[in-house]
């Protein structure tokens, strides 16, 4: 069965530090890979997906991932924080049906 | 375009009750999934719907159930209620044509089992 690892349960850094969330993957084959951010109380948002390519992928708000199939990891990235980036980030993988399959999520807080 | 609208916003219902769930799509979008969060199992798949017809299903119950109207909203049941089935109810949309599409959540059901 799929599975996904997300190592940190919580994340604290720095308004201006770099961020990196880690997350590893158990798949058969090519994975369909997505990272979601969800806000307290509020529903989830896609922040960027991997399907194929360049396996550096951009996405919104300023956050990128790189899929490295060596290690089974999809770790999502951004230069620099900022205090709206608050929030819980999940890492998912698709399954051939379409249905996701999600990490247990890593709670970001940023200190001003 | 009106994003995915779900209702209601919080429920409380006591054990042994049944409870429904409403999920209105994006405009245009044929599927609808629903999943369930929870602290300690975290987000889950529940069932997708793809024109009126479930196409997909999680490992729950059967005491989860759920249907898709001709107009693509989507209602869930929960029948029997126990206490472990309180949880944050999440629908998600999508045009339901490609698989791995974006899915579109909702803000989600907050149901309360007492």
């Known amino acids: 069965a799929q599975s996904v690892t997300q190592p940190d349960i919580h994340i604290t850094v720095s308004e201006g530090a770099s961020l990196e969330l880690r997350c590893n993957y158990s798949?058969?084959?090519?994975?369909?890979l997505f990272w979601y951010v969800q806000s307290p109380g509020q529903g989830l948002q896609l922040l960027l997906k991997?399907?194929?390519?360049?396996?550096l992928v951009q996405g919104i708000k300023g956050f990128e991932a790189e899929f490295k199939r060596s290690q089974s990891s999809f770790n999502l990235r951004k230069p620099s924080v900022h205090w709206s980036d608050a929030a819980e980030y999940f890492c998912?993988?698709?399954?051939?049906?379409?249905?996701?399959?999600f990490g247990a999520g890593t709670i970001l807080r940023v200190k001003s | 375009k009106a994003g995915v609208t779900q209702t209601p916003r919080y429920l409380i219902k006591t054990r042994g009750q049944q409870v429904t769930l409403s999920c209105s799509p994006i405009?245009?979008?044929?599927?609808v999934s629903w999943y369930q969060q929870t602290p300690g199992q975290g987000l889950q798949f529940l069932f997708e719907?793809?024109?009126?017809?479930?196409?997909n299903k999680g490992n729950f119950p059967g005491r989860f159930s759920g249907r898709q109207f001709s107009n693509s909203r989507s209602e869930m049941n929960v029948s029997t209620l126990e206490l472990g089935d309180s949880a944050l109810y999440l629908c998600?949309?999508?045009?339901?044509?490609?698989?791995?599409?974006?899915?579109?959540f909702g803000s989600g059901t907050q149901l309360s089992v007492l």
């Open positions: 998600a949309s999508s045009p339901g044509l490609a698989v791995n599409e974006k899915l579109f």
């Open positions: 798949y058969g084959a090519t994975p369909y």
């Open positions: 991997y399907f194929s390519g360049d396996t």
């Open positions: 998912a993988v698709g399954e051939v049906t379409g249905q996701l399959v």
């Open positions: 405009s245009g979008h044929r599927s």
């Open positions: 719907y793809f024109s009126e017809t479930q196409r």
